[in-house]
């Protein structure tokens, strides 16, 4: 109940706050590699600055235990070119990991076993098990990976329009469908198309109030 992002003015940056136990929450920045120190030091006061900008969380970190020394993650997303083979299907993190925005891992993993279990049971009864018999869930998995990552890459765009979206009623649950990783169903979402068409317009009229929010990457990037 208690999972925040917060955004905050720094390029194609975020925080993250993710409660593990009662007593224990993980708190993180996002950050792309040109705003990163590289230095132990470096990391830990550009962490503190990122705080600063959402004061009520600086002032309970302040308040807070840390029981972990700082970590550094970096370029963990990847999609495998080639899913199915003869004898051969990836599931879950063998096929691809995309970035994490949304904690959605498990949740694309059992869906992605559960799309392959399809075929599987097909490639069992005709006894082929040769790479076309898995191409219903090939394509499927790509069809929701490609979604997802349009999705994540508007996040980086426009981030506040995640704000606008989740608490509008017309698209809240569209919102909320993606979040937990529902992303197979449709090969052009209505939700996806939307959130294009705004960031847009955005995009094209340097007077737009949101313009100044832009990230530096782009919506029309997938990779």
Known sequence: ?????????????????????????????????????????????????????????????KRAQQIRDFTVEADYSYAMTVLVKDNLVLIGDAARFVDPIFSSGVSIALNSARFASYDIIKALQNGNYSKESFHDYESTLKKGVNNWYRFIHMYYRLNVLFTYFVNTPEYRLDVLKFLQGDVYDEENPALLHAMEKIISQVESNPQHPLHAMLGTLTSKSLH
């Not at 390029?11 to 224990?24: C, E, K, L, V």
């Not at 590699?33 to 970190?61: D, S």
């Open 1 to 61: 109940d208690f999972i925040y992002i917060h955004f905050i003015p720094v390029s194609n940056t975020w925080m993250w706050q993710i409660p593990i136990t009662d007593t224990i929450t993980s708190v993180g920045v996002v950050s792309q590699k040109q705003n990163f120190p590289t230095t132990k030091e470096g990391r830990e006061k550009f962490f503190w600055e990122c705080a600063e900008l959402r004061p009520e969380l600086h002032v309970e970190l």
